[in-house]
DNA sequence: GCATGCCTTCCATTCAGCGAAAGTAACTCG
DNA sequence: CGAGTTACTTTCGCTGAATGGAAGGCATGC
């Protein structure tokens, strides 16, 4: 870096990304000291890079000194074309999907060797689940995640079998060739099954909101697995992919479909005189 | 910054920052030139920095070369604690509240001079609204606005009055006099109305989470003109905002109420061999 | 074929960034 | 009560990472 010693060749966006990988979902908030040891950068250097980061609030520090992710990072983040876009598509399909089955619904990508949930749909009424929107859950064993790697090409399946494979239940499947005959399985039938295979006592069907592009996400449902009928199940969840698919294609060019009429479209305020919090103590 | 010429005094972190401050609601997708337009950088300066954000994937290229925000700073942005708590434990009772009105509910918080909007749920039957999860609308003409500029301080109210107000409908009320004597009664009534002072057509009932920080958040209802009675929708709303502000004092140390059992708080895979997108073309 | 716009790479210059070290502050423990 | 511990903040002199101009490549369009 520009300056003194240590870990050559590091740039200072990366240790500023560092800081931000230090947090994850067992670590949401952070001293000063915790976020200098996770991110292998010095204290000084912590010190320095957060109070810029919090200046900008995609940190922000709370009452006990503690870090978390600020509002601003929060809001950057819902750019993303996941939420202006599928997410916003899919929306109504999902809540149509919802009403209808009164059980959990998700919509998911694949990132990296994961499937990530977008969007959650739950009532009371629903089974409670692992799942969380911004959350990841391997691909092997949730509806979901079969969804999506059925449709991938043999040569990314081929690299998921290769690694190891997470076993949250007696019930999961991780001999490559069970997997492989399932998803042939899946793609055949059209969508995905799992029997307790993430957690005991729920199962799921899930579809794949298949594009041009490929299986760009996939919708589920997870539900007891006392009242469980797949095939009944289905139908509507594949409704639903193939509803989301159409729209994602006939909207393709227009970056940001449904805001027309977009208000708040102003630059941000920088700080300069705003109070981002008014002192009460 | 360490190097050439051109504007000193800036640091690195601000130049990767204000390259996310180039995206906003009105710019999801940039090309590389705009972005150095828009964020005031060096097209060199840039480049690299994109490449270094990108392959974090806190951007990301899309297959027309344009750029947009990625996969991991939604992710991150997911761990705030306006997600990971607030909004968690507000969820239940705004789906109740809205399976009672089947009307768009909303959950918002103060941020700078804005009520920036934590979450939405709207159905089809609902009013369709400027308000999106995400967004930023001014608090004088929101029902969420008032709620929480009514429990804000004397100097803060102050702050805002003295600024300009936007006036998106004739009903909006911008003159001091009379949105202070507005915010009076809210807290005397213990819930604000909005009559068309956003959008022509419809009304809106907030009422605000009062914790011992003060009002942290607003939860309110956007109705029909037509078919509102303010004093009819407020109970259930006021309910729901006690309730939030009950359950947020309760785990008031709890920095994640309900993920107890996290799976996926596995650190996240860095690039490394990973394909984030396979090549279909 | 020339102009235009966009992206990428190269490179000499130089100042922003670095970490050691010292300072401050709040607790704990004997 | 003082010594020890832990956490955070600030200072400072050295230096190599970061910078932007320039030049090259590669599309479009006229």
Redesign the interface.
Known sequence: ???NTSESGR????R??AI??A????H??LSLSEISRRSGLSLATTHR?VA??TA?R?L?R?ADGLY????R????????????RLREIAL?YL?SLYEASRENVHLA?R???DA?YVEKLA??RSVPI?S??????PMHATGVGKALLAW??R??VD?VLARPLDR?TSYTITEPGRLQRELTDTRERGYAVTREEMTLGTCSVAAPVLTA??AVAAVGVVVHSVRVDPAKLAPPIRLAAEGIAARLEATRDD??PG?E??????????AAG???R?D?R
Do not use: K
Request: no cysteine; proline share 7%; hydrophobic share 45%.
């Open positions: 870096m520009a300056g740039t200072v966006a990366s500023l990304l931000f990988d947090f994850d979902i067992g949401l908030r890079l810029e980061l900008w995609g922000q709370d978390s992710i600020g509002l990072a929060w809001e950057v983040g819902l750019l993303s074309p996941l939420h202006t109504p809540q990508v990132d990296g060797f990530m009532g009371h692992v969380r929107t911004g959350g990841r859950l991938e090409s040569a990314f690299a949250p592009e490929g970056p940001h805001y009429h977009d208000f708040g479209a102003a630059p941000v305020r920088r705003v109070p981002d008014v009460r």
